[in-house]
Every structure is written in structure tokens, then in C-alpha cells.
């Protein structure tokens, strides 16, 4: 999985914002940090997808070391704003079946759990994996 470097700005009086170095133009704006941050994983995901569809050349993220020979970068850290490593989850479209354990009166509650939002044991999975591989910022 890949992990882009966001710059996080709070100025007295403006947003919470995030960009990112190695996606430009790819920014996002909140009230607070936590819905900014939320929102940078969608802009980023959309903007690496974006430039996928437009045929472009696979995005592959610069390190905090590798960032801080960048203009930018540096007078961002310089300024006392935050550098913060999103996580990017790029989907295929593409299903691969795949065989787990797990115990079972864990499977039983995966299974009443998906149930009960009317997803498949399949989806309801995927979706939590996701939603924790996302919660790490």
C-alpha cells in the first residue's frame, strides 16, 4: 500500500488544509483536522485515479526525506506546518477469492453483521479493511 506525504496549513482565522506534494493540485479544506483529513483520503484516492484514467504515468510517492529537498515542502515545515503520511487505497474493480481463518463465533458475528446491512460476508469485510486501513492518519 502506498502512502502519500500531506502537508497540513492552520493559519489563526482560515481552514484546516492538506496538500499534497507529489499530486498537484490535489488539496482539500475543513473546519477541523479530522474531517480535513477524511477528505484528503477521498481528494487524494479521486486525484491518483484521475490522472490513471487521463493516462498518466503511475504516481509513485516521494518519502518525508525525499520531500525535504522540495521548495515547497521545506518553506511549509519552515512555517511550522505538519507533514502527515495518508494511506492510498487503489481498487481494480477486479475480485480475487481468497481463503481465511477465522474463529468461529467471530465468523457468526461477521455474518449477522453483514446480514443485518444487507451486504455479503465478502463486502462487509472489504469494507471494514478498509475503513481500518484508512483510520491510520
Keep these: ?14 481552514l484546516w488544509s492538506i496538500w499534497f506534494p507529489d ?10 483536522f479530522e474531517t480535513a483529513v477524511g477528505q484528503a483520503k477521498d481528494a487524494l484516492r479521486l486525484w491518483v485515479d484521475a490522472a490513471a484514467d487521463d493516462g498518466g504515468a ?12 522540495d521548495p515547497a515542502v521545506l518553506e511549509a515545515l519552515a512555517q511550522g506546518h505538519a507533514a502527515i503520511l495518508v494511506p492510498l487505497i487503489q481498487e481494480s474493480g477486479r475480485s480475487v477469492r481468497a481463503n481465511i481463518s477465522l474463529d468461529a463465533g467471530l465468523l457468526q458475528s461477521i455474518d449477522m453483521a453483514a446480514k443485518a446491512r444487507g451486504l455479503t460476508r465478502s463486502a462487509f469485510l472489504a469494507s471494514a479493511a478498509r475503513e481500518k486501513i484508512l483510520a491510520e492518519v
Design 23 to 32: 499530486c498537484p493540485g490535489c488539496t482539500t479544506a475543513a473546519e477541523d
Design 1 to 14: 500500500m502506498k502512502h502519500f506525504v500531506g502537508i497540513v496549513e492552520k493559519e489563526p482565522g482560515s
Design 58 to 69: 503511475v504516481i509513485l510517492p516521494r518519502t518525508l526525506d525525499q520531500l525535504r529537498t
